[in-house]
């Protein structure tokens, strides 16, 4: 199905009056070739392929933006695994240096963040995921665009439990090194990490892809939620193609655009991720849009019906539009990166335990949400445990972004400002799920993985 100017141009409203936007563009760099036996030659490997990349990312970008008058807000790269790549050099303070090396040459770039620098351990782990993982604390609290991810599960290996208990206390002593845990907010612990994921912090260039391949992430919330309001006395069937025929118009829009850069680039095009994504800008709320629905406060009875009619619809409509759909794609329901869901944590509308059953529909997971400093890390793994149990008996991507924030207690708000907004502190359970972590080892992959 070819794509017009003409359609592009039909989205005009939207940029101008809706939030519509490009949300991200992330261009895929292979850094397995960057490998050298010499430490500081492959820093000056790494430091160049980012830098070089990410200055044509940003200029062929700002060319597009002018030419089509459509907003691409963050301009990302994602990297080859870094434990792949650090298996002979895996010291604490290599790994420390290396992203600094990658943070300095992202700054200079104008790139917003960098992902990768992370595992794939679903099923065990090298010793270079294990120091990896000692050496967060000071990577996520010593740089400012480096992003982390670990996968520890999946729906056909079932779920690390021993590498889920590594997490607690590494998450506890990045919180208390960095100011108010803001170091937390730029990692994430994935089961079923898909490889085109443009989004941060959980973007990474997988083993599967090319050498380079640039990735869009579309979000519309502002869209979504207007042409809702405007069909408030429809039934669950006609809201549903609302949103698909939207949904199908800002697909299209962004795989033109998505495509143009790619062809600038000189590379291959990858996916496009139509997940509506939430900013703290004052009508990018997917809270919103469920209030738009029906529902008095995001948590509220039927707010898990609400968000799974958005989700399928979401997807319906872009796959409807592209060939290309990829990444998460669906709806993100961030905590602190949403005003609606702030003001619902922060009315008692929505719990900890209310957000956990609406992952179970959403596309990603429990995502930029606040705990008290002193939760015990058993508590911490059996919240990330919980959360990911999900995705791999439900052979669906969830994901984890907690923030425990010391000195902090439930009902507190921590401000932190810009993209990352503010993060209400919700209560936790006050009983203990240590005896269960602590038996370690591996959840099983469930029976759904015997599927050949």
């Known amino acids: 199905m070819s794509i017009t100017v003409d359609e592009v141009y039909e989205t005009a409203k939207m940029t101008l009056y809706q939030n ?36 044509r990312l940003m200029a062929e970008a700002a060319k597009l933006e002018s ?22 050099h895996a010291t604490v303070a290599k790994y420390l240096a290396m992203a600094k090396t990658i943070d300095r040459a992202a700054k200079k770039a104008g790139i917003s963040f960098v992902g990768g620098f992370g595992a794939l351990i679903q099923k065990g782990l ?9 050496a967060l604390p000071e990577v996520l609290s010593k740089t400012d665009r480096v992003c982390s991810f670990l996968n520890v599960g999946s729906n056909v290996a079932g779920l690390n439990i021993d590498a889920i208990n590594m997490i607690g206390p590494m998450l506890k002593d990045t919180a208390k090194r960095s100011k108010n845990a803001i170091g937390c907010a730029k990692f994430v612990v994935f089961v079923n990490a ?28 502002g869209v979504v939620r207007s042409v809702v309001e405007k069909n408030r006395d429809c039934n669950f069937t006609e809201l549903s193609e609302v949103i698909k025929k939207t949904t199908f118009k800002i697909t299209r829009a962004g795989e033109l655009v ?24 004052a009508g990018d709320s997917v809270a919103r849009i469920l209030e738009s629905f029906g529902i008095e406060r995001v948590g509220a009875h039927g707010s898990t019906c609400a968000v799974a009619l958005l989700m399928d619809a979401v997807k319906k409509g872009g796959a409807m539009a592209s060939g290309n759909i ?7 329901i961030p905590v602190s990166e949403d005003r609606g869901m702030i003001e619902a944590v922060l009315a008692g509308a929505l719990s900890l335990d209310k957000l956990e059953s609406l992952t179970a529909v959403c596309s990603v997971g429990l995502d930029m949400f606040g705990i ?7 508590t911490i793994n059996a919240i990330i445990a919980d959360e990911l149990a999900i995705g791999v008996i439900n052979n669906k991507t969830t994901a984890v972004r907690v923030i ?28 203990s799920a240590r005896d269960f972590m602590r038996r370690g080892g591996r959840f099983p992959a469930p029976v759904t993985s015997m599927r050949n």
Do not use: Q, W
Request: proline share 7%; charged share 20%.
């Open 258 to 281: 998505g495509r143009e850069l790619a062809r600038n680039l000189g590379i291959p095009f990858g996916i496009v991720d139509i997940s509506l994504a939430s900013t703290t800008a």
């Open 67 to 88: 030419k089509y008058g459509v907003p691409i807000v963050n301009k990302r790269i994602a990297i080859t695994p870094v434990s792949l790549i650090m298996e002979t």
């Open 20 to 55: 519509f936007d490009i949300r991200t563009t992330t261009l895929g760099i292979n850094l397995k070739d960057c490998v050298h036996s010499d430490f500081e030659r492959f820093k000056r490997n790494v430091y160049e392929r980012i830098y070089v990349n990410g200055r």
């Open 372 to 378: 008290p400093g002193n939760t015990p890390v058993e």
């Open 126 to 134: 090298t010793k270079s995921d294990a120091v990896l993982i000692a």
């Open 194 to 221: 898909p490889e085109d994921n443009p989004f941060m912090a959980g973007a990474f260039h997988g083993v599967g892809e090319p050498d380079y391949t640039l990735n869009v992430g579309i979000s519309g919330p």
């Open 326 to 332: 990829g990444g998460l794609s669906g709806t993100f």
């Open 404 to 431: 425990p924030v010391p000195g902090k207690k439930a009902g507190d708000l921590v401000r932190f400002g810009g993209l990352l907004g503010d993060v209400p502190i919700m209560r936790v359970s006050r009983f």
